[in-house]
């Protein structure tokens, strides 16, 4: 069986910086409360007009174009993103459009798994370039998270920001590089602790649900972070037991960035050093399906990883969807 690897990544952050200091005279906060319970020090909040396929493209074109592969190339999308440009159509059939992309069997789909999105598309595209059914598949991370947070609401809306990312996947014979294995979980009993109330078949649209506010992001944060700093580090660990790493194998964790004391207790657990964990977090937030490949896509262009680095990728989200993939990494760095 061949392997699936990426071979380009690419990333889109919107130009407009928005530092802790914006939030302090429109709600009752303050840069330092949001820097130590969190480590958020600024977000990008993309432009309005500017839909998630628009991050998206830009991307997709920033990942393409590091490697020089024609878009007609491209046979299947697949976008992870809790904030689609509609319910219907798909974001993937959107950017697909967009960006004109002329493959003569190119299909695709979003995938709805809030900030797991990125390691379950991966998965997911993963298991099809390995089965021969894709030669080259996209994975998209993009959320505009602006558009259901609530600006009133100082729990959510100075944790999120806007950001998408892509990697490009392709079947190798190479046995030294590529996804090698993963573990991903569902666990639906976390509806009630973080999820949008209105706008979907329980409670469609209606004035009341707009004056009430009730398609916005709700989070029951203690709860969430307890649930996250469990799971996210039980998948990470799983896949290293799994796979017979310690933390002295493994070059680069890239975990979700939700909040810095995660990420800080998922490397604790993985006996990891901090030196060691991709985060980006103060300068982006939150930005649910994009963190992932946005760190990817930023430590490569910085030529941080090299070939053959071991990487787990580990994240968690509304669902609750938590997971972690364990991969060798296959760009040289001239490439
Ligand atoms: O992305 C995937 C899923 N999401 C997550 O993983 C997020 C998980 N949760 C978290 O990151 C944290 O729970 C939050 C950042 C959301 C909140 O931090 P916390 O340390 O858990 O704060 P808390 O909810 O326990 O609130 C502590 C206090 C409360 O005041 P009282 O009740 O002690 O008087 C809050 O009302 O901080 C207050 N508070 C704030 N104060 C200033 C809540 N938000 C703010 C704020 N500024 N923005």
């Not at 910086?17 to 949001?34: A, H, K, L």
């Not at 046979?75 to 992309?101: E, G, L, R």
């Not at 680069?252 to 800080?264: K, M, S």
């Not at 657990?269 to 992932?292: C, F, H, P, S, W």
């Amino acid at each position: 069986m061949k392997r699936a690897v990426i071979t380009a990544v690419g990333h889109y952050v919107p130009d407009n910086v928005i530092p802790n200091s914006y939030f302090e005279n429109r709600i009752e906060t303050t840069d330092e409360w949001i820097r130590t319970r969190t480590g958020i020090e600024e977000r990008r909040f993309a432009p309005d007009g500017m839909a998630t396929s628009d991050m998206g493209v830009r991307a997709i074109q920033d990942c393409l174009n590091s490697r020089g592969i024609d878009k007609d190339e491209i046979d299947f999308i697949i976008v992870a993103t809790v904030t689609p440009d509609y319910i219907f159509p798909s974001t993937a059939c959107i950017i697909q459009d967009k960006m004109q992309m002329k493959h003569p069997y190119i299909w695709g789909y979003d995938v709805s798994a809030a900030c797991s999105g990125f390691i379950f598309a991966l998965e997911t595209a993963r298991r099809l370039v390995e089965a021969g059914a894709s030669q080259k598949a996209l994975v998209v991370g993009a959320d505009k998270m602006t558009t259901i947070t609530d600006p009133q609401d100082r729990t959510t809306c100075i944790i999120f920001g806007d950001g998408a990312g892509a990697v490009l996947l392709e079947p190798s014979d190479d046995e030294n590089t590529g996804i090698i294995d993963s573990v991903m979980h569902i666990d639906g009993s976390g509806l009630p602790l973080l999820h949008m109330k209105a706008g979907g078949s329980v409670m469609p649209a209606s004035l009341e649900t707009v004056e009430k506010r009730l398609h916005y992001i709700f989070q029951d944060g203690q709860p969430v972070f307890r649930a996250a700093v469990k799971s996210m580090a039980d998948a990470a660990c799983d896949v290293m037991q799994r796979n017979n790493l310690t933390g002295e194998d493994i070059a680069w964790l890239v975990p979700h960035q939700a909040n810095l004391r995660i990420i800080d207790a998922t490397a604790s657990r993985m006996e990891l050093e901090k030196d060691r964990v991709m985060i980006n977090i103060q300068r982006y937030g939150n930005t649910t399906a994009g963190t992932i490949p946005i760190c990817l896509s930023e430590w490569h262009k910085d030529g941080k990883i090299k070939y053959g680095d071991n990487i787990i990728l580990a994240a968690f989200g509304g669902g609750f969807t938590y997971g972690a993939t364990y991969l060798r990494w296959g760009i040289r760095h001239s490439a």
